[in-house]
T-cell receptor
Framework: GQNIDQPTEMTATEGAIVQINCTYQ??????LFWYQQHAGEAPTFLSY????GLEEKGRFSSFLSRSKGYSYLLLKELQMKDSASYLC???????????FGKGTTLSVSS | EAGVAQSPRYKIIEKRQSVAFWCNPI?????LYWYQQILGQGPKLLIQ????????DSQLPKDRFSAERLKGVDSTLKIQPAKLEDSAVYLC???????????FGPGTRLLVL
């Protein structure tokens, strides 16, 4: 079976840095994705990690440790528009479909 | 490049009625997915197509849900008859071959009364 855990809610202020953690237990691993989903909208791709280490893309970075079954998404210089749900997803054993966590709702205040 | 298109965007029906959703993936994407997202949850895979063949439909409630992708491009997802617990957003996604990034459509919000 596959299980993906992430915090339900987080709050932060504009300009701050926030780290959203994700732990996973899967029978196989073929990569981990982070998606952003604004209320009422479709998920949009943020990052993909398949090897250990940090992937940086502008204000967003994602880290993966396969031995620990752990990933985090780091958001820097937070803006109000970053208020959204952040979904951690693992590619299933066959390496085809995504298994999603329940998402972390981030609220950014001024 | 046009994104994944879905219609309708919203649908309200009564329980025991039938409903159909349509998806047009990104041009050239061989793999198409239908996900169900219940409020407060992450998307859950219902069915995956590779071209016009089914790769995974293990989580599709086949007594009431059906899906097809006859020509390997557009796809339809049908629910018949609908139950209250089918109220959710139905997301369509596509990827180039299957292991790459999946791109999502805007979804269809279904409310079953």
């Amino acid at each position: 079976g596959q299980n993906i855990d992430q915090p339900t809610e987080m709050t932060a202020t504009e300009g701050a840095i926030v780290q959203i953690n994700c732990t996973y237990q899967t029978s196989g691993f073929n990569g981990l994705f982070w998606y952003q989903q604004h209320a009422g909208e479709a998920p949009t791709f943020l990052s993909y990690n398949v090897l250990d280490g940090l992937e940086e893309k502008g204000r967003f970075s994602s880290f993966l440790s396969r031995s620990k079954g752990y990933s985090y998404l780091l958001l820097k210089e937070l803006q109000m528009k970053d208020s959204a749900s952040y979904l951690c997803a693992v590619l299933n054993q066959a390496g085809t479909a995504l298994i999603f966590g329940k998402g972390t709702t981030l609220s950014v205040s001024s | 490049e046009a994104g994944v298109a879905q219609s309708p965007r919203y649908k309200i029906i009564e329980k025991r009625q039938s409903v159909a959703f349509w998806c047009n993936p990104i041009s050239g994407h061989a793999t198409l997915y239908w996900y169900q997202q219940i409020l407060g949850q992450g998307p859950k895979l219902l069915i995956q197509f590779q071209n016009n063949g089914v790769v995974d439909d293990s989580q599709l409630p086949k007594d009431r849900f059906s899906a097809e992708r006859l020509k390997g491009v557009d796809s339809t997802l049908k629910i018949q008859p609908a139950k209250l617990e089918d109220s959710a957003v139905y997301l369509c996604a596509s990827s180039l071959r299957g292991q790459e990034t999946q791109y999502f459509g805007p979804g269809t919000r279904l409310l079953v009364l």
